[in-house]
């Protein structure tokens, strides 16, 4: 019989890692809701705990087992190893929260005395563990923005006096929420200029906004690609989990440190994901397709001043080199300003019905809020200020819905409501 050639990632999210002869049939993975697991004889513990903790490196053919759930367990091996289809990645360790797999990854490559590069603006919550929890261990932070060139980034980073002890260069793109581009290939360029053979710096994106599907962020020279699988990944809106994909060798400092925290998902949540992954495909082209045509209906409405959506930059910007290069969609999320400020932004808000208030992204649903009263609400408000994080952004994460419908309900809570600009507010920035 011949063959088949090499399958697409969609095909594999169906068996890839699972036998069903493992588990008397069934055709997908059951549940594993062990906290243990027997070994066959003593010698068989005593070589799984040599490798689980480093004591030793394995044997030709030689395969880790199951110990406790903190170290692994098969719900969360089958969804570690999908997971890596999509990013081509060569490991994965997967978290109870995105926060979780955020704060492993900073904890693991950075030390007291280190210096952390990061983009902005960036989720609320990466911004407060970093300005707050990390310079309280004396990590010292410095951010630098979308339209920013390399040598003004690397002149910045020795301007600190501290280019010998940048460790970690850190972009989340597109930024939370103004969907401001950041160029992965310079990003790997300026850690390799501060790069030593005794310290190399890594570069680890957040991919959360755009998922795997859109953008895979380790061909374009990142060590280490982020997300909250609650996210995309999840989908439904009914599981909370983090996810760091890269090198086995860096995902596997980043699991020992996990191992320790005892962060891992749970298996229920790994089974949750596990089923999610087979339509992540499907949903995340809908929830495009319908994005496209908000984003048309929100630039031509009278009572919306801007619109952040990717699939509108302009050819011959540098935004639009970097989308064409890093990108193959548009992406499902929309973020725009409302004429009238805060109050306008609440009254359309207000009078939606099919939208729900909410925070969180790219599930099902499709959800809205302001992120500068919400999920930004702890950024500084010099930086919100400069990029235009005001009164009048909301932020939309579009779902599979019916796009007549969403717009029509969009339509009608648009119309009636004060959009008189209040006074000294600035006009928020391009990306």
């Known amino acids: 019989m011949k063959s088949l050639p090499p399958l697409h990632p969609e095909s594999l999210m169906m068996s890839h ?3 069903p002869q493992s588990a008397q049939g ?32 394995p044997e030709a053919r030689e ?15 089958i969804l570690e190893s999908r997971l890596c289809l999509w990013d081509q990645a060569e490991a994965a360790a997967v978290f109870e929260s995105g926060m979780a797999a955020i704060s492993t990854v900073l ?32 990590v010292e932070a410095i951010s630098f923005y ?14 600190s006096g501290k280019s010998d002890r940048l460790r970690l260069v850190y972009v989340e793109t597109p930024a939370n929420p103004t969907s401001g581009l950041f160029d992965l290939e310079m990003c790997r360029e300026i850690a390799d200029h501060f790069t030593t053979a005794e310290h190399p710096v890594r570069v680890a994106v957040d991919n959360t906004y755009m998922g795997p599907l859109w953008s895979q962020p380790l061909t374009f020279g990142a060590d280490l690609v982020i997300y909250s699988a609650t996210k995309y990944l999840g989908g439904h809106s009914d599981l909370i989990a983090g996810a760091v994909l890269g090198s086995a060798a860096l995902i596997k400092r980043v699991k020992t440190l996990r191992t320790f925290l005892g ?9 949750l994901l596990l089923r999610s992954l087979e339509t992540l495909k499907i949903r995340m082209e809908q929830q495009a397709r319908n994005a496209a045509s908000i984003a048309a209906f929100l630039q031509s409405h009278p009572a919306v001043s801007k619109v952040f959506y990717l699939g509108n930059l302009e050819p011959g910007t540098r935004a639009y080199d970097i989308f064409q ?46 992120p500068d009263t919400m999920t930004h609400a702890g950024v500084c408000p010099e930086v919100k200020e400069a990029l235009g994080i005001n009164g009048s952004l909301v932020r939309l994460s579009v779902g599979v819905e019916n796009s007549l419908d969403l717009i029509r309900d969009m339509e009608r809570a648009l119309a009636g409501i004060s959009t008189a600009q209040p006074a000294g507010q600035k006009d928020l920035v391009a990306v």
């Open 17 to 19: 890692g699972y036998s």
């Open 26 to 57: 069934a055709i997908k993975a059951p549940l594993y809701l062990a906290s243990t697991f027997s070994f066959t004889k003593a010698e068989e513990g005593k070589a799984y705990f040599e490798l689980a903790y480093g004591l030793r490196e």
């Open 63 to 77: 395969e880790m087992g199951m110990i406790y759930s903190r170290i692994d367990n098969p719900n969360l091996s």
């Open 107 to 138: 904890l693991e490559l950075l030390t007291p005395g280190d210096l952390l590069l990061f983009s902005s603006p960036t989720y609320g919550g990466t911004d407060h563990f970093i300005n707050h929890f990390l310079r309280k261990i004396g």
């Open 146 to 159: 979308p339209g920013q060139t390399r040598e003004e980034v690397i002149g910045m980073v020795e301007a």
């Open 263 to 271: 962060s891992m998902a749970s298996p229920h949540t790994c089974w």
């Open 325 to 370: 290069r890093q990108y193959s969609s548009g992406g499902a999320m929309i973020s725009f300003a409302v004429r009238g400020g805060e109050a306008a932004a609440f009254a359309f808000m207000n009078r939606l019905e099919l939208i729900k208030i909410a925070v969180s992204l790219g599930s099902t649903e499709s959800l809205i809020q302001h």
